[in-house]
């Protein structure tokens, strides 16, 4: 049916019919209790290659570079929430996170899961939607002006801001280490590291500082957005050039300028903006991906995934909590509440399998399942965690 349609033709009607499609399940999430990112990928798989084949070629063989660019936007703006007041606090996130990746990771390696698959698992396993944890606590907080639940709330959010962060950095050194394996040398993990991360972490710095500077002095008082996108495009670009962790660039240069530009708010704010249109082309675009043959192979590999991150998850938030001084009573109700998760997984997911393509389309198959039951399952539990934390005494 597409052949009678010119390339640029095709390409512009499945782009629009994609916005459009995701903005009218966006909105059927907001009216239901049907997660949004679930919707997504739901109709990905249905309209894509696997269900009714209405997704032409053409157009997802451009979701690298969709996916690469609102993976860029992502850690910019996760890289916004680091500032120093931010960090001060960091040890919940830092405990959540890393007790979830080792217990993940521990456990794979027990079921027999191929070790470099294991570590990247695991590195993946600690990213959490904050998206979804903010929902959540929103509609609880518009309910209810409990004293407790906003002292949960005052707790939680950092924790859940900084847990992506983290699962970056964590990811980051999870590469160098497979890279490191495959290579059978403890000077080439050192080597690569320095340069993936190390040279990630410069270039978004040098950057960061540069944009800082130049940060409503372009336009007067604000930023314009084109000025936003260049420097987070441009950054992403030198990345890949360079072939450091673009990724991590772009939360570095989020991180120097949140906490160096005089007008630190309007570049996040001017991103923003735009996010939205790539986040829903990205999420139908992950579901049209998906293949059934590995989607099959990866059945026990993504359940003990998704079992072990629910571990992982309660005993690393309440150590994370307790790290945090956290008031007992609210402790081991930091893991469930840390469930949710998608886009970043997601996104670490495809980066790990565009650079180490031997892990095939089983790494993505089980990241895109475990997506969905966490976006189901996980403000589920977030809310549970919520209404028993103001119950508690």
Known sequence: MFQLLDTQTLFLIS?????????????????TAFPRVTLLIGFGIFVGPEGLNFIP?????????IAQLALL???????????????KDS????????????????????FNVPLPLAIILGCIAAATDATAVFDVVTQSLGKSENVKLNQFKSMLLPVVTLDDAWALILFGLGISLVFALSGGSEQALLVHAMTDIGGGVLLGMLLGLLTAYIT???????????????????????????????????????????????HHDYPFHAIEGIEEQFMLIFFILAGATLNFEALQQIGWIGASYIALRIIGKLIGG????????????????FGPALLPQAVVAIGMGLVATSL????????????????????????IMTMQA???VTNTR
């Open 318 to 333: 309440f150590i994370g909590a307790k790290l945090g001084s956290v008031n007992q009573g609210k402790q081991h109700w």
């Open 15 to 31: 782009l629009g019919s994609l916005l459009l499609a995701g903005l009218t399940l966006s909105i059927i999430g907001q009216k």
């Open 216 to 262: 409503g002095r372009l336009s007067p008082g604000k930023p314009v957005m084109s000025e936003a996108l260049g420097v987070v495009f441009l950054c992403g670009g030198i990345a890949l050039w360079l072939n450091v962790a673009f990724l991590i660039a772009a939360m570095l240069l989020g991180a120097v300028v949140a906490n160096f530009s005089k």
């Open 73 to 87: 936007m992502v850690g910019f703006l996760i890289g916004g929430k680091l500032t120093r007041s931010a960090l």
């Open 91 to 110: 040890s919940s996130a830092i405990g959540a996170s890393l007790i979830t990746s080792i217990i993940v990771t521990s456990g794979l390696l027990l």
């Open 356 to 379: 180490m393509p031997e892990l095939g389309s089983q790494l993505l198959a089980a990241i895109i399942c475990s997506t969905i039951f966490f976006e189901l399952v996980g403000p």
């Open 386 to 388: 919520i209404k028993r």
């Open 57 to 65: 070629n053409l157009v997802t063989t451009q979701f690298d570079i």
